[in-house]
C-alpha cells in the first residue's frame, strides 16, 4: 500500500514538518553535489556506523568529519537516493503534520529527533559489529508513525494499491494502513541479510515502538486544538413576491 494523503485537517501550519522536509531535500542537493557521494565516503562520514559507534573500530582519518555521536543527528537528514528521500518525503509529508498540530513545534522538533536517535540506536544494538553506514529519516519517521497511530488509530488514508491493472485507490482506516507498514518491517527484516547494506529495518522498528511509546507522555499536558472547518457560505436569495419574472 502506497499512501496518498490522510482525510484529517489540521489547525495549524507544521512549520517544523515543512523545515525537516527542506532541509532533507537540500542537504540531499549537497550530496549530489559533493564528489564523496559517488564514492561513498561521505556516508561513511556522517552516517552512523554501529562498530565506529560502540567503539569497536576506528574510522579512517580521511573519512572523519564529525564524532561519531554526532552522526546520530546527521544521518537522520541524509539518504543514499532519489527514492530513497521520495519516500520518507511522503511519508513525512502526509502524517508528520497532524502530530505536530497537536504537540506544537518544539515538542515535536524534540520528539522527532528523539524518535531518530532511539531508531538509530536501536540499528546498532541489533549489529553492534557491522561497519556499514546507516543514514535516513526512516526511523525517525518511524516515530511520527507510530505517534500517528496511537493518536488517530480511525483517521481514513487514501492508498494506492498497486496491482497491475487491477490497481486501486482506496480510503483506509490509519491503523490498518500503519499496521500493515509495521508489520511488513519485521517481514522484510527475517528476509533480509544482516550480513549486506540495504534498508536498516531494525531501524524502522525501533522507530515505531519509540513512538508508541513516548508520544504516550508527549500528549501529556496538550490541549486540544480547535480543527478549522471551511464553511461555505452562499447567498440567500429571497424572491420578490410582486416580482413576476
Not at 164 to 185: C, R
Not at 196 to 218: E, K, M, Q, T
Not at 223 to 245: A, G, H, L, Y
Request: aromatic share 14%.
Amino acid at each position: 500500500m502506497i499512501p496518498l494523503k490522510d482525510d484529517n485537517p489540521t489547525s495549524s501550519r507544521p512549520i517544523i514538518t515543512y523545515c525537516i522536509i527542506g532541509i532533507c531535500i537540500f542537504v540531499f542537493i549537497l550530496e549530489l553535489s559533493s564528489p564523496g557521494y559517488k564514492t561513498g565516503t561521505l556516508f561513511y562520514s556522517y552516517g552512523v556506523i554501529p562498530a565506529v559507534l560502540t567503539g569497536k573500530v576506528l574510522l579512517p582519518q580521511e573519512a572523519y568529519a564529525v564524532p561519531a555521536s554526532f552522526t546520530l543527528i546527521t544521518s537522520m537528514f541524509m539518504h543514499g537516493g532519489f527514492m530513497h528521500l521520495i519516500g520518507n518525503m511522503l511519508y513525512m509529508w502526509i502524517f508528520a503534520d497532524n502530530i505536530e498540530d497537536e504537540l506544537g513545534p518544539t515538542k515535536f522538533l524534540v520528539f522527532y529527533i528523539l524518535s531518530g536517535i532511539a531508531a538509530a540506536l536501536t540499528q546498532v544494538y541489533m549489529n553492534t559489529d557491522s561497519f556499514i553506514p546507516m543514514v535516513g529519516a526512516s526511523g525517525a519517521i518511524g516515530g511520527v508513525l507510530g505517534a500517528y497511530i496511537v493518536n488517530h488509530p480511525k483517521a481514513k488514508v487514501l492508498v494506492l494499491i498497486p496491482l497491475g491493472f487491477f490497481s486501486q485507490i482506496v480510503k483506509i482506516p490509519a491503523i490498518y494502513v500503519l499496521g500493515f507498514w509495521f508489520v511488513l518491517q519485521f517481514v522484510s527484516s527475517a528476509l533480509s541479510s544482516s550480513e549486506g547494506g540495504g534498508v536498516a529495518y531494525g531501524a524502522h522498528i525501533g522507530g515505531f515502538v519509540f513512538g508508541v511509546i513516548a508520544i504516550l507522555f508527549f500528549n501529556k499536558g496538550v490541549k486540544p486544538r480547535p480543527i478549522k472547518k471551511v464553511i461555505e457560505k452562499k447567498e440567500r436569495k429571497i424572491k420578490n413576491p410582486w416580482d413576476t419574472k
